[in-house]
Structure formats: structure tokens, C-alpha cells
């Protein structure tokens, strides 16, 4: 391999010598027509901002190889720190207590 060529490289450079360039029938150079279609498709995208579904949120927080990520978080019908309404729930009593007093009979 004095040449610095691949096999494949040589094999296609062989063919080349014999066979000349491919016959696909285009024209060799792309119209400004489409050289205008390339760049239009290929326009970078504008960052889009999504929002979280109902009854969800966002935490953004950072992955530990620094990556920015983002966790969607139910959100509790309650507020942090305040207990859940229980006036809706059927058989509740005054007392959080067991009937029988809670305490073992042996």
C-alpha cells in the first residue's frame, strides 16, 4: 500500500479507468432551484418551548454529566405543608384512634 489507498479505493479508481463516471442522467451541479429547496429544508429549528400537561410541572434540574433535564412532577391537589382535606371522606370520626383504644389486650 505505497499509495495511501484502501482496497475499496483502489478497486473504485480501477473502475473509474474503465467504466468513467456514473451515467445517472442528472445534471452534474444541483439547479438554483434546488440549491434554494436544500437551504430552505435545512434551516435550523426554532428552539420550541413546550408546556407541561394539566395537573403537571416542570423541575429542571442538572444530570451529573451537566446536562440540563427536565422532570415532570404531578402536582398535589394540596398545598406542600398543609394536611388534605378530610371533610369529603366518608368515615372519618373526631379521632385518628383505633376503636378499641388501640392498645394490645393480652
Known amino acids: ?3 495511501g489507498l484502501r482496497p475499496w479505493q483502489r478497486f473504485y479508481r480501477f473502475l473509474w479507468r474503465f467504466l468513467g463516471p456514473a451515467q445517472t442522467g ?6 438554483e432551484e434546488e440549491r434554494e ?5 435545512n434551516q435550523p429549528k426554532p428552539a420550541s418551548v413546550s408546556e407541561p400537561p394539566p395537573g403537571y410541572r416542570f ?18 391537589p ?4 398543609q394536611a388534605p382535606d378530610a371533610s ?10 383505633a376503636p378499641d383504644g388501640g392498645g394490645r389486650k393480652s
Open 78 to 81: 394540596a398545598a406542600p405543608g
Open 59 to 76: 423541575m429542571v434540574y442538572t444530570d451529573p454529566n451537566g446536562v440540563p433535564r427536565r422532570a415532570l412532577i404531578p402536582i398535589d
Open 1 to 3: 500500500m505505497a499509495d
Open 37 to 41: 429547496e436544500y437551504r430552505r429544508r
Open 26 to 31: 442528472l445534471p452534474p451541479y444541483a439547479t
Open 88 to 97: 369529603g371522606v366518608t368515615g372519618v370520626s373526631g379521632s385518628a384512634e
